[in-house]
């Protein structure tokens, strides 16, 4: 056979296997079809949710040590003494904001 035919085939196969799996699960209706895609929609949207839960849970980690560790290091060193008890006090409220209220509000 001439690799037309092989590849026309191999199309015709996964057409029928993905239309298979559309509508194979719920005998063909087509609502039962967009009920499918509603539920696959909403449990996208939920782990996109929580990955970006987990992300900015991270990365204002990252943000408030930071701070703080500057916030310590002005301090201390007496360069600037008032930005530094500020930049600690940010820290901690940035701490508290997404430590304590973030994980309540999502």
């Known amino acids: 056979m001439s690799q037309r035919l092989w590849i026309f085939f191999i199309i015709l196969i996964l057409n029928s296997t993905i239309a298979y799996n559309l509508l194979g699960s719920q005998n063909g209706t087509?609502?039962?079809?967009?009920?499918?895609?509603?539920?696959?929609?909403?449990?996208?949207a939920e782990k996109m949710i929580s990955i970006i839960k987990v992300v900015v849970a991270q990365v204002s980690r990252i943000a408030y040590t930071l701070v703080?560790?500057?916030g310590v290091l002005l301090y201390f060193?007496?360069?600037?003494?008032r930005m530094g008890i500020d930049l600690i006090k940010g820290a901690i409220i940035l701490a508290?904001?997404?430590?304590?209220?973030?994980?309540?509000l999502i």
């Open 77 to 81: 060193s007496r360069l600037n003494k």
């Open 30 to 44: 087509s609502e039962g079809y967009f009920e499918d895609l509603a539920n696959r929609f909403v449990s996208l």
């Open 68 to 70: 703080g560790m500057v």
């Open 96 to 104: 508290i904001i997404v430590e304590v209220v973030f994980p309540f």
